[in-house]
């Protein structure tokens, strides 16, 4: 009641299946009586919850796509690894000169276009050091929740191909010159005549056939955004 949603997304943020927003963390600190605080060091956090889990201090590090920071021991820092908790170097040592792509809502599964604005800049990751190419964007909707919520910021790897397994932004062609809607979704398969996605939030599969294909961009994982 105090978060303001369903009891089933409160047991799956116990669970560690879905993180905290970062609109919610303020009224999650509020309710238990604790007080958010900014500490050197950043994360990309799979979830709140499981951080907590391992014994791990959270506190809100500042606006979307900024993560939360932890406080992090050697034999934490193993544990927290396998759980997906990725720790980032402290911001002063990342350039700001990542360029985040504006979206606009389309329709239905989530779909959405690239407006053509840069929106802002945000640090740019060690796993993209020197690759122009690369930006990122926020999520629209909440098709792929738990895996990424909505307002959840993705990096982009053009360069990098896309195998089953991989989530992805497929860009599809426009009309008539426009731009074309795009999804985040997970890779199924890729046929000589199709392409097969799966979203999991209703759970289903999506087939676009290849002719209607613009683009198939690798969203990076955690790990390849610290270069491992």
């Known amino acids: 009641q105090a978060l303001g949603i369903d009891p089933s997304a409160v047991s799956r943020i116990l669970s560690g299946d879905r993180g905290l927003k970062l609109s919610e963390v303020q009224r999650a600190a509020a309710y238990l009586g604790v007080e958010p605080e900014p500490t050197p060091g950043e994360i990309l956090p799979r979830g709140f919850a499981e951080a907590a889990a391992f014994g791990l201090p959270t506190y809100q590090a500042g606006g979307p796509g900024q993560g939360l920071t932890l406080d992090v021991t050697p034999g934490k820092r193993r544990n927290a690894a396998r759980a997906g908790v990725v720790p980032l170097p402290p911001r002063a040592g990342m350039e700001r000169d990542l360029e985040v792509r504006g979206t606009a809502v389309g329709g239905e599964d989530a779909a959405f276009e690239f407006n053509g604005e840069t929106v802002e800049y945000v640090c740019r990751p060690p796993g993209l050091t020197g ?3 690369a930006f990122a964007l926020y999520v629209v909707g909440e098709s792929m929740s738990p895996r990424f919520e909505e307002g959840e910021l993705v990096f982009v790897h053009p360069g990098r191909p896309a195998k089953p397994g991989n989530d992805v932004v497929v860009e599809l062609h426009g009309r008539d010159g426009e731009a074309g809607n795009c999804y985040i979704k997970r890779l199924v398969a890729r046929t000589p005549s199709k392409l097969v996605l799966s979203q999991f939030n209703p ?26």
Do not use: H, M, W, Y
């Open 203 to 228: 759970a289903k599969n999506i087939d676009f056939p290849l002719a209607q294909v613009r683009n198939v961009l690798r969203i990076l994982t955690p790990g390849e955004l610290l270069g491992s």
């Open 131 to 133: 690759n122009r190419k």
